[in-house]
């Protein structure tokens, strides 16, 4: 018999087939079983009934526990008020395995409690939905850099130099050298652009982020385009073409996980073109007016970028932030050196800061003074520097935190529940 998936029943209505999965919910009427099984693309509810079956096979349906794993096969029936619309008459039940007690029930349970339990959280309904609109924005991202002549070049995890700032490094040990994990692939990526025009990196970057807030982990994954020749402008305007691409692709294909994390999705079917672009200088006047006791050169808290981006009802560009509040690499302003050529784009709704990016010094003499000042050692960054001595040029990108864009579409309090395994302060279990 063929083995189908359960979204692809509706292509077999009327045949029997093979379903494989795990039990989600049973009820029996008497004379009726009715197995609601789970297999990870839908639900499919399989009814046993007493007259077509052994009576040991219905005796067996009995026994089986929630998250038991079962074979199943079965008479595909169209059925509008099942869960997922299609029925199997089931014929034969074959059992790997009877669960033990399942921990998570239907029930409410503590974050701690499901936290300790996130390998087997992930098989609920919303955790599915959630990782499932992951899955869409990733793909969205590569779809969006690929079908505009990026070159996806991958960078280094071990990295013998901070990227951005000392004070977040994780430190391990290369053999008898001392290593860090990297905190964003930029650096690399500023070599990869002058070799493809253009290029971007995605992968996991690591800091070591003492504060425990909604908004950070220690591991997080990162999409970082890096283009030659671009300015300020064009950087803005990239990072507000690929967010406009990933809404419409997730409002396209994830509606039914939209629906299931209860997203409103009109909020995110408003955010259209063009995102405001405001000056740290606007934006600081705007936070002051709010009653805010920040003051020029202070860089935005939690609380200040919340209530930015609760202002506008689509994502908000602030550029020209104070030059110190910035890492090291960022192009001054010509015009006015003590801000930075960089950008952050805030998400509407209050979820904060979830790209940062801008231009990137290309004269060598100025990069060579910042490393200087910044205190970080020369020799990591001899190779950095030498991309200014053969054929500079103005250059730029960004850098978006896959989760921290997943937590804004799927209206998540939390980064938490945007990643498969979180890394987070006092957790990496498991
Ligand atoms: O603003 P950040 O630090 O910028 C960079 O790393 C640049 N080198 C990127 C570039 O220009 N290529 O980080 C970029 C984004 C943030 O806007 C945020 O979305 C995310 O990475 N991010 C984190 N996400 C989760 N947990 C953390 N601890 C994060 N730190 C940054
Ligand atoms: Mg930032």
């Not at 982990?217 to 507000?240: G, H, R, S």
């Not at 060579?368 to 053969?390: C, T, V």
Request: glycine share 8%; hydrophobic share 40%.
């Amino acid at each position: 018999m063929a083995n189908v998936y359960v979204s692809e029943l509706r292509d077999h209505v009327g045949e029997t087939v093979t379903v494989r999965g795990w039990l989600y919910h049973k009820r029996s009427s008497g004379k009726l079983w009715f197995l609601v099984l789970r297999d990870g693309t839908g639900l499919v509810q399989c009814v046993l009934f007493k007259g077509n079956v052994t009576a040991e096979l219905f005796g067996q349906a009995d026994a089986l526990t929630q998250e038991s794993s079962l074979i199943v096969t079965g008479k595909v029936r169209k059925d509008e008020r099942a869960p997922g619309g299609h029925e199997l008459d089931v014929a034969e039940l074959a059992v790997v395995q009877i669960a033990q007690e399942y921990p998570i029930t239907p029930k409410e349970h503590g974050t701690a409690f499901l936290m300790e339990h996130r390998h087997l959280w992930l098989r609920s309904s919303r955790q599915h939905a959630i990782l499932k609109i992951r899955h869409e924005i990733i793909k969205a991202c590569r779809d969006f850099f690929d079908s505009k002549g990026f070159t996806l070049v991958d960078t280094p995890i071990f990295t013998p130099a901070a990227c951005e700032g000392t004070t977040t490094l994780f430190e391990t040990q290369y053999f008898d050298q001392k290593a860090y994990l990297t905190q964003s692939g930029q650096l690399y990526n500023e070599a990869t652009a002058a070799a493809f025009g253009k290029s971007y990196c995605f992968g996991p970057t690591f800091r070591a982020e003492k504060s425990k807030t909604r908004r950070h982990l220690m591991e997080f994954w990162m999409v970082e385009p890096e283009v030659c020749f671009a300015e300020l402008p064009d950087i803005m305007q990239l990072a507000e073409d690929m967010l406009i691409f990933i809404l419409d692709r997730v409002l396209e294909k994830r509606r039914e996980e939209l629906k299931v994390v209860e997203r409103e999705v009109a909020k995110l079917e408003r955010v259209g073109r063009p995102f405001p672009r405001i000056s740290y200088d606007e934006a600081l006047r705007l936070l002051q007016e709010k009653g805010s006791s920040i003051e020029w050169g202070g860089d935005f808290g939690a609380a200040d970028e919340t209530t930015l981006s609760e202002t506008y009802h689509r994502p908000v560009m602030v550029h020209r932030y104070p030059t110190s509040v910035k890492a090291f690499y960022m192009q001054p302003d010509p015009i006015r050196p003590e801000v930075a050529l960089c950008v952050d784009v805030l998400a509407p709704e209050g979820y904060g800061e979830i790209i940062g990016g801008g231009q990137r010094i290309h004269e060598e003499s100025l990069l060579r003074q910042r490393i200087s000042q910044h205190g970080l050692p020369e020799e990591a960054f001899r190779w950095y520097a030498d991309l200014r001595k053969y054929g500079t040029t103005p250059h730029g990108g960004f850098g978006m935190g896959i989760e921290r864009a997943v937590a804004w579409i799927c209206g998540i309090e939390h980064v938490r529940e945007t990643i498969p395994f979180p890394r987070m302060l006092y957790r990496i279990y498991p």
